[in-house]
């Protein structure tokens, strides 16, 4: 094989290559470019392109690969620890109840 002949085969190897992968021809696109020619004039040359698709398989979720565990248990607050909701004056100081709650109207 030579020339042509040669070219077409090649093509054909490939294209049957895609296709054994999933791709599937789509269109025949034709898109132009233009080129400077000179250094005032513009040519314009057309580019043929073949455009093929493919179905992508969903990809496993991160959350059906993590393992699901026990949760932590937590130990409920001592008395050292102050409850700093059960203050309504520290909530006012704070300005927190403004930032967490902001349609709540006085």
């Keep these: 094989m030579k020339g042509p002949a040669l ?9 049957n290559e895609l296709g054994a992968d999933g ?3 789509l269109r025949a696109d034709t898109l132009p470019q233009e080129e400077r020619a000179g250094l005032t004039s513009k040519t314009t040359t057309y580019r043929n392109l073949l455009v093929f698709q493919r179905e992508i398989a969903p990809e496993p979720s991160e959350e059906a690969a993590v393992p699901v565990s026990e949760p932590a248990s937590i130990d409920p607050p001592t008395d050292e620890v102050e409850n700093f909701w059960e203050d309504p004056e520290k ?11 902001p349609d709540r109207q006085r």
């Excluded at 927190?96 to 709650?101: D, T, Y």
């Design 7 to 15: 070219f077409a085969h090649a093509l054909e190897e490939a294209m």
């Design 91 to 101: 909530i006012e100081e704070s300005g927190l109840e403004r930032v967490l709650f």
């Design 23 to 25: 791709w599937q021809y």
